[in-house]
């Protein structure tokens, strides 16, 4: 929020304070200060400020106010005039090709002289016609055969904004001869509004906390009270009613009436403020409703009211505003010529005719206030804030008011804030208010009363804080507090909602008391409490185990969203395959169709992010580790964890030295597992499978105990069609649930043996069938202690061996732990391992 220091002084004295002062004691008690933008102040008088600040200084001496009194044209310039000015002491005249001046050439003395900002020579300001801010130094030159040495400014030029387009007409008070600096001379600071302090985005809450912060008095806004007496026959109730439909969307609505005002530009000091906060002048109704916003927090919407009486059905009757939710397909055309199709989650304000505001968001086009308006119904609101964020993020409106309404505007602030901004209306419109308010507040929000102690302040602080002090504290946020039997008993404001009750409340307490006294009032102490004892995470240690182990055999963790739709899951079967109708958990409030549930499969997700980077890498090998969610009727999801891994690619990165074109296949896969498992000590076997995502043929489970702990393999041709992928893909998916809980607690380990190992290879002829972990599970189990080590370094085939065979060769080590082995010895493994693979497998050995 963009916060002007001339209106902050309007509710507390700060001029004795610099802006980055006034920063400092925001950004400690919980509203950051992110920029400071200084017009026309001095610039802060130190550098160890710690904020960033930009903006220029006027010159007290050669930036004043000045009164222009006629506007004559250029001898030799059409687009240029000659403006005789007065400074408060000299007489000038001053070249200018101000497009606004234009309608006042040639008339003459002028009957009022326009006040102006003027800059005398030799004066620093920026420069209008240039990109960005440059500065730039008055100096006296010809233009078109007239001396010119000074100019009457734009806001550019003395960085209120970026308008250039015309020079800046003061208000009619503004006394000539004062510099410029003292007569609107600002400092905007950028404030960061945090959720839990929504109640604070208006220059009042600003000042608020200011006052508190600083022990100043708080001058709080102008209503005169007087005006709002309604004597039922001539006022407002007879002419307006209120119906709410639901009181749980719309707690509060309140109308106010003005009668006979005249649109016209606001005065030259609100359109300013309005600027440096932000939002752009429109004319002085809309920028009441703006300006009135900004200053005390409640955003207002203006309905031209001769409209609303002419949609009346009856002529005689009286005009009925209701609140509502819009029918499926309705619609609205709002006040940025858009015709909105509507839901039935959007609220809407109507009239007897049909909507003609969407709650809370963006006002209807055929009653907004026109330049033919004579009369206008105000409307201030209390909204459920969660449905007008949903609204403003349906409608994709972003704006003030929703910005505001979405973080929660209590109820109370209406009533205040109508009053102000029909206060505003007849000061800058001449209008006259009708008597009475139109006030329908079914829901008024509980009011919570926090009980706390001075033992309290003291655990949750650290410091010891008398309740007296504490109470003397939250009274200057205009809590309500009493000191009963040593407890301090605490209502909040009716403007917050953000204290709660019971231990909550307390803590929210505890927040506004530590926030006044000051954090770094605060001394560091050490834990009192004895530590909590420390518990380990089985599973969660495991879990990153697993991380670290797949990050070790290269591949790159990833991290997808939760949320996915169907069809993407879909996409994991070939085009002609059967979609299975398996249930999925549904958002309620879903961010976009496609992820409008909750995931069912892990892979999915995987390989979603192969895709999306499949044509910006040589090679991918990914894995991730995350949960997936089955419905459990009338309960929470089960949410059981998956691993799952893909990768793609070129085995090798390109160089000069490595084979082109060798992508990875099945046994890259495979060997990533195996390492995998025998990290994790678990004895798996691997067995053809079959899977819908994965190639007939080049598909496996991995098998513990008889029990599958997930599949890998190729994905189908037909799947990988329904991606954009460039390479085959090869993928794995585990059940996490049950790969950790096999991990075994231990295991046995033994030391380095000191005695030298004998190596050996065998080649054996088997049946092709035969897979190659029975022959290697059967020597393994056969060679006993001594065989250290089994590994299949060649797999031949040919018609030498006869057809359907196979001829597998591995090496063996083998070592023993108690003395050297002989070739004997060796010789007497290697017999009993050929003997018992002719016996139970039919091999032969293959000379």
Same mark, same amino acid.
Request: proline share 7%; hydrophobic share 40%.
């Given at each position: 929020m963009k916060l ?10 700060l001029?004795?304070?610099?802006a ?15 920029d400071?933008q ?7 008088s ?8 930009s ?19 250029h001898p030799?310039a059409?687009?240029?005039t ?7 002491q ?6 200018t090709g101000a ?14 002289p ?22 730039t130094?008055?100096?006296?030159a010809?233009?078109?055969g007239?001396?010119?040495y ?8 003395l960085?209120? %904004? ?6 800046? @007409? ?20 950028e404030?960061?509004i ?6 604070n ?9 200011l ?9 709080k ?19 307006v ?9 719309n ?12 649109i016209?530009?606001s005065?030259?000091?609100?359109q ?9 002048p ?13 200053e005390?927090?409640?955003p207002?919407?203006?309905?031209d ?13 009286s005009?009925?505003?209701?609140t ?13 010529n ?11 304000v109507?009239?007897s ?11 209807g ?9 004579v009369?206008?119904l ?12 949903r ?7 972003p704006?003030?008011? %929703?910005?505001r309404?979405?973080?929660g505007?209590h109820?109370d602030?209406a ?5 102000r ?8 419109s001449?209008?006259k ?6 006030d329908?507040?079914?829901l ?5 009363v926090v ?20 109470q003397?504290l ?18 909040p ?7 709660g ?8 307490v ?14 560091e102490?050490l834990?009192a ?10 599973g ?29 899951e ?5 085009p ?6 398996i249930?999925y ?10 992820k409008r549930?909750?995931r069912? %499969? ?6 979603n992010?192969v ?6 890498r040589?090679?991918?090998?990914m ?15 089960d ?8 990768i793609?690619?070129?085995r ?13 296949? @099945? ?9 995998l ?6 004895d798996?076997t ?21 029990? %599958?702990?997930?599949?890998f393999?190729?994905?189908?041709p ?5 991606y954009d992928?460039?390479?085959?893909v ?11 809980a ?7 380990i033994?030391?380095v043996?000191?005695f ?17 972990d029975?022959?290697e ?16 370094f ?5 018609e ?16 023993s732990?108690?003395?050297?082995l ?6 007497g493994?290697?017999s009993?391992?050929?003997?018992r693979l ?10």
């Open positions: 002007p220091l001339s209106w902050l002084q309007d509710f507390v004295h001029s004795d304070l610099e980055v002062d006034i920063a400092r004691l925001l950004t400690m008690a919980g509203m950051e200060v992110e400071i200084i017009a026309g102040l001095p610039m802060p130190r550098d160890d400020h710690g904020f960033k600040v903006g220029i200084t006027w010159d007290k001496e050669k930036i004043v106010v000045a009164e222009i009194s006629a506007v004559n044209p030799n059409d687009r240029l000659l403006c005789e000015l007065f400074d408060g000299v007489n000038h005249t001053v070249l497009p606004n001046l234009f309608p006042f050439k040639g008339l003459g003395k002028l009957e009022k326009i006040k102006v900002a003027y800059a005398k020579e030799g004066a620093q300001i920026y420069d209008g016609h240039a990109d960005g801010l440059v500065l130094t008055l100096k006296r010809k233009i078109r007239v001396e010119s000074s100019m009457v400014c734009s806001e550019k030029e960085g209120i %904004s970026e308008e250039h387009e015309g020079v800046i @007409f003061l208000d009619e008070d503004a006394p000539t001869g004062m510099p410029l600096a003292d007569y609107m001379g600002d400092a905007v600071l404030v960061k945090n959720p839990n302090m929504a109640r985005a208006n220059v009042l809450g600003i000042a608020r906390e006052a508190a912060l600083t022990g100043r008095e708080l001058r806004p102008t209503m005169d009270d007087g005006q709002w007496t309604d004597d039922t026959v001539n006022g407002l109730s007879s002419l009613k209120i119906e709410i439909a639901n009181p749980e969307l707690p509060r609505f309140t109308l106010g009436l003005i009668r006979d005002v005249e016209k530009p005065p030259y000091w609100v300013r403020r309005l600027r440096a906060a932000g939002m752009r429109i004319s002085n109704i809309v920028d009441a409703t703006n300006y009135t916003m900004l005390i927090g409640e207002l919407h203006a309905f009211y001769d409209v609303l009486v002419g949609r009346v059905a009856n002529p005689s009757g005009v009925v505003i209701s509502r939710t819009a029918q499926p397909g309705e619609k609205l055309t709002t006040l940025d858009v015709e909105r199709t509507l839901t039935e989650s959007n609220v809407l109507c009239d005719a049909g909507p003609i505001s969407l709650a809370g968001v963006m006002g086009a055929e009653t907004e206030v026109s330049d033919k308006t009369n206008i105000l409307e201030a609101a209390a909204w459920n804030f969660i449905n007008i964020r609204t403003a993020n349906q409608h994709n409106l704006s003030e008011a %929703s910005f309404f979405s973080r505007v109820p602030v009533l205040d804030g109508l009053k901004c029909l206060y505003w209306m007849s000061q800058w001449g209008g208010i009708a008597p009475g308010i139109v329908n507040y079914p008024p929000p509980k009011t919570p009980e706390i102690t001075a033992k309290d302040i003291k655990r949750a602080l650290g410091v010891e804080i008398p309740l007296e002090k504490a003397e939250l009274e200057r946020l205009e809590f309500a507090c009493q000191i009963t039997n040593h407890q301090l008993q605490v209502t404001p009716p403007f917050r909602m953000d204290i009750e019971g231990i909550i409340g307390k803590a929210d505890m927040e506004e008391i530590a926030r006044l006294y000051g954090y770094d009032n605060i001394p102490t834990m409490d004895p530590l909590p004892p420390q518990r380990g995470n089985p969660l240690e495991a879990e990153n185990r697993l991380r670290d182990l797949l990050a070790a055999l290269g591949l790159q963790e990833i991290i997808t969203h939760r949320m996915t739709a169907p069809e993407i879909n996409r994991l079967l070939p002609n395959s059967e979609v299975s109708n249930e958990v549904k958002l309620a409030n879903a961010i976009a169709p496609e549930v909750l069912r %499969s892990l892979l999915s997700s995987v390989l992010v895709e999306r980077n499949a044509r910006l040589e090679s991918l090998a894995f991730e580790i995350g949960s997936v969610y089955i419905p459990n009727p009338g309960q929470l999801p949410e059981p964890r998956r691993l799952s891994i893909a793609t690619g070129r090798y990165e390109s160089a000069w030295d490595t084979k082109v074109g060798v992508k990875v296949d @099945f046994y890259d896969l495979k060997g990533i597992l195996e390492a498992m025998d990290a994790l000590h678990l798996v691997y067995t053809p499978a079959e899977h819908p995502s994965f190639h007939p043929g080049k598909c496996a489970a991995v098998v513990l105990n008889g029990s %599958s702990l997930g599949v393999g190729e994905l189908h037909l799947v990988q069609e329904n992928f460039v390479s085959p090869l993928a794995a998916e585990f059940d996490l649930e049950a790969v950790l096999a991990v075994p607690p231990g295991y046995p033994r030391p043996s000191e030298p190992p004998v190596l050996e290879d065998i080649a054996v002829i088997v049946d092709e069938v035969l897979p190659a029975r022959v599970a059967l020597i393994k189990q056969t060679g006993g202690k001594m065989l250290e080590s089994v590994h299949l060649d797999v031949f085939r040919s030498q061996i006869g057809a359907g065979k196979k001829s597998l060769a591995y090496a063996l080590t083998y070592r732990y108690e003395g050297t002989t070739d004997k010895d060796a010789a493994i290697r009993r391992i050929i003997k002719e016996n139970e497998l039919g091999a032969k050995l293959r000379s």
